[in-house]
């Protein structure tokens, strides 16, 4: 687990593009955390880490938005979903396997469908307005090997 404190928008954008410049393709990023925590800013920097061009924003009323960059970006939001069974109907687990970068906010709401290798990160409000912290865990190679070069970095 890494445990990230980023005080104010400027500092999670640059953890956001330092995390976006690191990812290959292939990775899939779940986001919980609070309304209002930040879950949809920190997506648009880590977009700008992978070269997307285009204005990011949240999919929260057609589930996903899809960009081109680096590799391409996939953004869910299932906040609307009722749970697992929602998603595998409409077959979006082949976004979590392909060659791109799958972020899902809410995650923890298809927490059953989703790939065993994932970068968690839980985004809490700190002790001031402009203040978040960021927990971040990892649960196969691919996720810890991010961890480990965010630490680097």
């Known amino acids: 687990m890494l445990k990230i404190t980023l005080d104010g928008l400027k500092e999670t954008e640059d953890f956001g593009l330092k995390l976006g410049s690191i990812l290959k393709g292939g990775e899939v990023i779940c986001f919980i955390g609070d309304l209002g925590a930040g879950k949809t800013t920190l997506t648009k920097s880590i977009a ?3 070269g997307v061009k285009d204005y990011v924003t949240s999919p929260t ?5 899809e960009y081109k960059g680096r590799v391409p970006l996939y953004h ?3 906040y609307r979903l009722e749970g697992v069974e929602d998603i595998l109907d409409l077959g979006f687990e082949e976004y ?3 060659k791109g970068v799958t972020i899902i906010e809410w995650g923890n ?7 065993e ?4 990160i839980e985004m809490k409000m700190g002790s001031h307005i402009d203040e978040r912290i960021l927990c971040i865990y990892g649960s196969g190679e691919k996720s810890n090997r ?7 970095k």
Request: cysteine-free; aromatic content about 12%.
């Open 48 to 50: 700008k880490g992978l």
């Open 61 to 65: 009323f057609t589930l996903i938005n």
């Open 76 to 78: 869910f939001d299932v």
């Open 96 to 98: 979590f396997y392909s």
């Open 109 to 115: 709401k298809i927490e059953k469908a989703l790939p």
């Open 117 to 120: 290798d994932l970068l968690t």
């Open 146 to 152: 991010i961890i480990e070069e965010l630490r680097d």
